[in-house]
Every structure is written in C-alpha cells, then in structure tokens.
C-alpha cells in the first residue's frame, strides 16, 4: 500500500478502531519506535476532560497562522468564511479534531462554544498544542480534550485559522488529515494511516504481554533474569499462560 493510494475519506475498519480501544498510548510509542517512527507522541498534552478514558479516531486537521489586526476581528466572527466554525460544522462522527496553534499558549485555540458543538457532532476528540478557555466548563463536557494550558484570552489576539485538513504540526509530530489518533489519561499518539491496520495486532499482542508481566512484577520477581524485557523463555512462560487461561492445555 503506498501513501498516494489511501482515501482519507474511506472511514477506517471498524475492527481496526476497537483493536485500538484496547491499547495504550506507551504501548503504541514502543511498535511506533520499532518500525523508525521515533517521536509520535503530542508531548506537553494533557487531558482536560479527566472523566473520559480516552478515545480512537480519525484526524480532520485545523492550522493556525499568526493574526492580523485588520482582518481578526471581533467582527470576522460572524463571517461567512469563517473557517473555525466551517471546521466544526464539517466534522463527521469518529473524528478527531486536531488544532496547529504552533505551540502558542498566550491566546485560546477553542472555547466551550466550539467544544460542545463538536460533541454534538460526534467527534472523537478535540485536540491542541494550545490552550483552551473555558477550563471549568470543558473539564465537565463529555468529549476528550487535550492541551497545554488554559486561558481566558480569545483567539483573535493571537491566531488566524488559516487551513482544513492539511498536514500540519502537532507538539512537533506531524499529522495528516484521515492519521489515526489515540488518547487515554497519559496523553495522545498519532499513527500514520498507512500504519495503523498493519501494526494492530502486533500492539495488541505487546499490551497483554506486557499486562501479564506487570502481574509477575506485581508478585515481587525481580527484571534482571530474562522478566522484563522479556527473554525467550519469558515469553514462551506467557503463551502457556494465555493457553491456559483460553482452556487449552498448556
């Protein structure tokens, strides 16, 4: 499969998806870093909304520019070509919108107006290198969110949406429109689309590994001697584990 072929606008397999409600984001780091993908993770993200476990989707990506004073204005707001709001309106169930505000904090990248209408669109998630206003209202709306910070300060100070589904820059990662996010309490990974059915079910495999090792380090068995990482004979100790616990004689 090359990158030219992929249809972003496909939505992704299903059972690709839930495979990937089973894993977490440390779990997805290590395979990213096991096929030459070294820094996928949205570092300095955190979770705002903390009654959510997580979430999977797909990325509809939004870039900010700087502003300009003559064209943000309060005004613009309530244009026709306002991008923002044609964003939000755009977004269909599953998606993830994620938001390049360049890593800049001193103004909003959303508020709870937008914030709440995405929920109401059934996106996965809302996703910024900036900050959000509206914390104590955001907290408490059931959508994951992530950012860096939180402030009062409007976005036309700061920020002139200037792009829909482009490829942008994330905390440093790059991500492209139809990219397959995840998030959970950690923070959020961004797997490339072309990836993410192909090193399933090898990240499915590393995270009930890993579950069953944190079991024996749990029990006080020490890493050194083969426990963790695991050696071979570790590893074969695990597969007569899960033969016996799906019934089957080890």
Same mark, same amino acid.
């Given at each position: ?30 395979? @990213? ?6 820094? #996928? ?6 979770? &705002? ?34 991008? #923002? ?74 920020? $002139? ?18 990219? @397959? ?18 090193? &399933?079910?090898?990240?499915?495999? #590393? ?6 090792? $944190?079991?024996? &380090? ?33």
């Amino acid at each position: 499969m090359t990158l030219d072929s992929l249809d972003a606008s496909a939505p992704m397999d299903p059972q690709v998806l839930a495979k990937y409600r089973k894993i977490s984001t440390a779990t997805l780091a290590t395979r @990213l870093f096991a096929v030459g993908l070294r820094q #996928q993770y949205l570092v300095g993200l955190n979770p &705002v909304n903390t009654t959510t476990e997580g979430f999977v989707g797909e990325a509809f990506t939004m870039r900010f520019i700087p502003a300009r004073e003559d064209i943000d204005t309060l005004e613009s707001l309530h244009g026709p070509d306002n991008l #923002q709001w044609q964003g939000v309106e755009a977004l269909t169930g599953g998606q993830v919108l994620v938001i390049d505000s360049r890593g800049d904090i001193s103004a909003a990248s959303a508020g709870d107006m937008l914030v709440t209408r995405a929920m109401h669109k059934k996106a996965a998630a809302v996703v910024t290198d900036g900050a959000f206003r509206d914390g104590y209202v955001i907290k408490d709306i059931p959508i994951p969110t992530y950012s860096r910070a939180i402030t009062a300060t409007t976005r036309l100070t700061s920020f $002139h949406v200037a792009d829909l589904q482009v490829p942008i820059g994330c905390a440093g990662v790059a991500v492209y429109p139809g990219d @397959l996010l995840v998030g959970d309490r950690d923070g959020v990974i961004v797997i490339p689309r072309h990836l993410a059915p192909v090193i &399933v079910d090898e990240c499915l495999e #590393q995270e009930e590994l890993e579950a069953y090792l $944190h079991t024996r &380090v749990r029990e006080g068995e020490p890493l050194l001697g083969g426990l963790y990482p695991p050696s071979e004979e570790t590893k074969a100790e695990y597969r007569r584990w899960k033969l016996e616990q799906n019934g089957a004689p080890a």
